[in-house]
């Protein structure tokens, strides 16, 4: 008997974002099949402001180079302004990344151990694929960044149901001018993050960690709306 599909509740709640991955790539098909999946994203009047480079084999490895040593010469040029301000959510990210350096054993005074934490992020995890999503800047930029994040949860999604797994990383953002040079993307686009993809490692500590979510009260109000916050 075949196995039965996974309901969209099963799927959305199955995906996560593994931190090791296998080396091998992935049919041409299912990558082309993902991107059919995730060009359905809706956007802002139509505009579909996606532009979305995917870098593999050769290319993949020399941007990984690039990276490296953009990171080893302090040479950061994000498009974006980063920060997380000094309350609830520098608090989430503080506790994000207890569980990710705990997971590997770094004690927060191992300078040399995140640093190499970093490294692993540049090398995209060992993933065989990267993608990485471009936006022109429209307006404020908000509402395209918001097409952009629609796009990108879309793409996971796909990942998820074929099986594959895919990590969504803000700090390849962290080095767009070397990026944009690395593929030859025009100056006009400005990168968000990329998503390295591909079969997660089951065998590696990394692959299953929870970082945990914080529940529907803290982020949930309801307007005449009710029941749908009552313990269960």
């Keep these: 008997m075949p196995t039965p599909a996974p309901s969209f509740t099963e799927l959305v709640r199955a995906r996560h ?4 991955f296998q080396p091998t790539p992935l049919p041409a098909a299912d990558i082309r099949g993902i991107l059919e999946d995730a060009r359905t994203t809706p956007s802002n009047s139509n505009t579909q402001p996606w532009h979305v480079h995917i870098a593999s084999g050769a290319a993949r490895d020399s941007l990984s180079e690039a990276l490296l040593k953009a990171y080893e010469e302090d040479r950061p040029s994000a498009d974006f302004a980063t920060g997380y301000g000094n309350g609830v959510y520098q608090q989430r990210s503080h506790q ?8 590997r054993g770094i004690q927060r005074s191992d300078r040399e151990g995140r640093r190499e934490v970093v490294r692993e992020n540049l090398r995209f995890y060992g993933a065989p694929h990267v993608a990485l999503l471009f936006m022109p800047i429209l307006g404020d930029g908000v509402r395209t960044a918001g097409d952009i994040g629609m796009y990108a949860q879309n793409f996971l999604l796909s990942l998820t149901a074929r099986g594959y797994h895919g990590i969504p990383q803000a700090i390849v953002g962290q080095y767009a001018d070397t990026v944009r040079a690395s593929l030859g993307v025009p100056s006009e686009l400005k990168l968000l993050f990329g998503i ?14 929870d970082v945990g979510r914080v529940p529907l009260q803290q982020s949930v109000v309801l307007h005449d709306t009710p029941g749908v916050l009552d313990e269960r």
């Design 196 to 209: 390295s993809f591909g079969v997660g490692d089951r065998t590696s500590p990394m692959h299953d960690i």
């Design 96 to 103: 994000h990344a207890a569980v990710v350096y705990g997971t």
């Design 17 to 20: 974002s593994p931190r090791q």
